[in-house]
């Protein structure tokens, strides 16, 4: 069989941009499976059980973010890559947080080995999330293959590097918590660089103007947002106002 590079329609990667703008986007659904798979990822560590941790990976959108970062990259746009970074980071912060918090309540209070396992970075995780970021920025942009996702997903160690990074300063086991954090930045290195190659190699940058499109869509949504909240806050404030006054004519009148 000869392997033919693949050529995409400009439809086909404005339809993936907007795709990946939809799955990056920082709303109450994107935080809440964030949660969610936190929580059971934290869960399976504590109670050393790998199939639990596997079943928490599955739902984790951290991926979305960090491929979108590379698109900002590949097309040189600076607001994606500073939304994508900012989601990124939050992301981050809340994993850890979440994972502490539930470490605390947790029942089983021990550092396990599926926890340790993940306090020990090597090469070999680089060329993991290498790989498996190539992976995964391929199935995005071809929809016949995205049933391999959840595998990739299962592949990259992101969110459970973090979810032991939370656990360990739990324990204060600052060596540990200093190897979770390099396990996870070898595989968001790995992941970045393989995203770059194929985006830079699918010619991405040919649609920087969708891009662009989605961001300003984005900053509508924003500002109207901003002005919906500035105008209840005035609101509110003129009926305290009314209020007030009301009162001081009431007391005025009493007198």
């Known amino acids: 069989m000869i392997l033919k590079p693949v050529k995409l329609t400009k439809a086909q990667k404005t339809q993936t941009v907007e795709k990946l703008f939809h799955e990056s986007t920082p709303n109450y659904d994107f935080f809440l499976m964030l949660i969610l798979s936190t929580i059971i990822v934290t869960l399976g560590l504590l109670m050393n ?11 984790a959108p951290i991926l ?11 097309v040189g746009n600076q607001k994606l890559m500073k939304r994508s970074g900012l989601v990124l980071l939050q992301s981050m912060c809340l994993i850890v947080l979440i994972s502490l918090i539930m470490s605390f309540l947790a029942i089983h209070k021990e ?3 599926e926890i340790v396992a993940r306090a020990y970075p090597s090469l070999s995780y680089f060329l993991i999330g290498l790989f498996s970021g190539g992976a995964v920025a391929f199935a995005l942009v071809r ?4 049933e391999t996702l959840p595998g990739v997903a299962i592949s990259v160690s992101l969110l459970p590097p973090l979810s032991a990074l939370g656990i360990a300063i ?4 600052w060596n540990m918590a200093v190897g979770a954090l390099g396990l996870f930045l070898l595989n968001f290195i790995g992941i970045v660089f393989a995203a770059l190659f194929v985006f830079a ?6 649609v920087k103007e969708a891009i662009d499109k989605n961001i300003r869509a984005e900053e509508r949504v924003m500002l109207e947002e901003k002005r919906e909240k500035d105008k209840e806050k005035i609101e509110e404030i003129e009926k ?12 005025k009148n009493g007198k």
């Open 240 to 251: 305290t106002v009314k209020e007030a006054t009301e009162f001081l004519k009431e007391k």
């Open 111 to 113: 550092i396990t080995p």
């Open 201 to 206: 190699i699918l010619r991405f940058y040919e």
């Open 170 to 173: 739990s324990f204060f086991e």
């Open 64 to 74: 979305s973010p960090i491929l979108s970062l590379s698109m900002g990259v590949v």
């Open 49 to 59: 059980n790998i199939a639990i941790v596997i079943g928490g990976m599955l739902v």
């Open 143 to 146: 929809p016949s293959i995205s």
